[in-house]
C-alpha cells in the first residue's frame, strides 16, 4: 500500500466515526516525524477513543504496523503514529488549545474532500 493510500485509509477511518474538521497536513520537506499528520477531533472522551482504534484496526487491517499510540486513556489528545502518517486525535475541547494547524502552518493542506462521506 502506498503513502497516499495510507492517508486515504485514515482519512476513512476518522470519518466513519464522525470525526470533526478532519484536515491532512502535507509535512514533507517541514518535519523529520512524518510526511503527513491527519488532525480531526471527537466531542467526548469515548467518540475520541473509538476516532483512534478505528485508525489503529483499519492500518493493521491494511498491513501497516502501529508504531506507537499515546494518550488513549486519557482521551484528550490521541497521537496514532503509523510512521509515514501521524493521526492526531483531539478531544474538542483541547484541539484549539494546541492548534496544531497554526503551528505548522506552512504545511499545505492535502485535498480530502473526496474520501469524506456526504
Same mark, same amino acid.
Given at each position: 500500500?502506498?503513502?497516499?493510500? /495510507? /492517508? ?10 464522525? #470525526? ?11 518535519? /523529520?516525524? #512524518? ?6 477531533? +471527537?466531542?467526548?472522551?469515548?467518540q475520541?477513543? #473509538? ?11 491494511? +498491513?501497516?504496523?502501529?508504531k ?6 486519557e ?7 503509523l +510512521?509515514?502518517?501521524v ?8 484541539r484549539?488549545?494546541y ?5 505548522w502552518g ?13
Amino acid at each position: 500500500m502506498s503513502e497516499k493510500q /495510507l /492517508l486515504t485509509t485514515v482519512v476513512k477511518a476518522v470519518d466513519s466515526k464522525r #470525526a470533526e474538521d478532519i484536515v491532512a497536513l502535507n509535512m514533507k520537506g517541514i518535519s /523529520l516525524i #512524518a510526511d503527513y499528520f491527519v488532525i480531526c477531533h +471527537g466531542n467526548s472522551d469515548k467518540q475520541v477513543q #473509538a476516532i483512534a482504534k478505528e485508525v489503529k484496526d483499519k492500518a493493521e487491517e491494511s +498491513g501497516y504496523e502501529v508504531k506507537r499510540m499515546e494518550g488513549f486513556d486519557e482521551a484528550r489528545w490521541v497521537l496514532v503514529d503509523l +510512521g509515514d502518517i501521524v493521526a492526531h486525535v483531539f478531544h474538542r475541547d483541547e484541539r484549539s488549545y494546541y492548534n496544531l494547524e497554526r503551528l505548522w502552518g506552512d504545511a499545505k493542506t492535502e485535498d480530502i474532500k473526496r474520501e469524506l462521506q456526504p
